[in-house]
C-alpha cells in the first residue's frame, strides 16, 4: 500500500467504483449442503456502502468471470442496476469498453481486487484497492488496503474513505440517517 495521504488524492478523483465479488463481495468460501446446493456469505454492511456510494454521486458495478442468479440478487438487494452487472474474464477488456461507453478516464475509476486475475485492472485504474485478506500481490499493487477482509464490510469502509476524502461524507450519512 501507497502512503495515506496519496490514496487520499486517488480517491478525490474518484467517479465510478468496480467490485471483484469473489474475495471482495464474499469471503471468498463456498459452502455446501447435503443436496449439493452451493452458498456464499455477503455483507449487509457492504449493502449499506453501495449505497452510500451512490448517494455521493459514484456509480457502482460488479465485474467477476460469470455473473450468477445469486450475483444479480446481491445486486438489487445492494442497487446495483442489471447493466452494471458485468460477467467478463477479460477485465482489462471490460474496463476499455466501459470507459469509451461512459467518457470516464483510468484516473477516475477505483477497483478492488483481491487475487491475481484482477492485478491488470488494479494497474489501469486510479485508484486501487485490496481488502485486508487479499493475495500480497494484490496487497502490493493496492493503493489502499481495507482493514475488514472480503465479505466483512469492504465496500462499507471504502465508501466512507472515498467520500470523506471528497468531502461528501456527513451529507451522506444526513440522507441515509433520515430514510432510516
Known amino acids: 500500500?501507497?502512503?495515506?495521504?496519496?490514496?487520499?488524492?486517488?480517491?478525490?478523483?474518484?467517479?465510478?467504483?468496480?467490485?471483484?465479488?469473489?474475495?471482495?463481495?464474499?469471503?471468498?468460501?463456498?459452502?455446501?449442503?447435503?443436496?449439493?446446493?452451493?452458498?456464499?456469505?455477503?455483507?449487509?454492511?457492504?449493502?449499506?456502502?453501495?449505497?452510500?456510494?451512490?448517494?455521493?454521486?459514484?456509480?457502482?458495478?460488479?465485474?467477476?468471470?460469470?455473473?450468477?442468479?445469486?450475483d444479480e440478487q446481491v445486486g438489487?438487494?445492494?442497487?446495483?442496476?442489471?447493466?452494471k452487472l458485468w460477467g467478463s474474464s477479460a477485465k482489462i477488456g471490460k474496463l476499455d469498453e466501459f470507459e469509451k461507453e461512459s467518457g470516464l478516464k483510468d484516473e477516475e475509476i477505483c477497483y478492488v481486487g483481491d487475487e491475481m486475475i484482477d492485478l491488470g485492472v488494479m494497474k489501469r485504474a486510479g485508484f486501487s484497492v485490496a481488502p485486508a485478506d487479499a493475495s500480497v500481490k494484490a496487497k502490493e499493487e493496492a493503493d489502499y488496503i481495507t482493514r475488514r477482509g472480503g465479505g466483512k464490510g469492504v465496500v462499507r469502509e471504502l465508501a466512507q474513505f472515498i467520500l470523506q476524502a471528497q468531502g461528501k461524507w456527513g451529507s451522506v450519512v444526513d440522507k441515509l440517517s433520515k430514510e432510516g
Not at 52 to 60: H, P
Not at 76 to 83: E, K, R, W
Open 76 to 83: 438489487d438487494i445492494y442497487g446495483v442496476s442489471a447493466d
Open 1 to 70: 500500500m501507497k502512503s495515506e495521504q496519496a490514496a487520499i488524492e486517488k480517491a478525490k478523483k474518484v467517479k465510478f467504483v468496480i467490485l471483484d465479488i469473489h474475495g471482495v463481495l464474499t469471503d471468498c468460501v463456498l459452502y455446501y449442503a447435503d443436496d449439493g446446493k452451493k452458498s456464499e456469505m455477503f455483507s449487509l454492511h457492504d449493502r449499506l456502502g453501495c449505497r452510500a456510494l451512490t448517494e455521493g454521486g459514484i456509480g457502482v458495478a460488479f465485474l467477476t468471470s460469470k455473473i450468477t442468479r445469486t
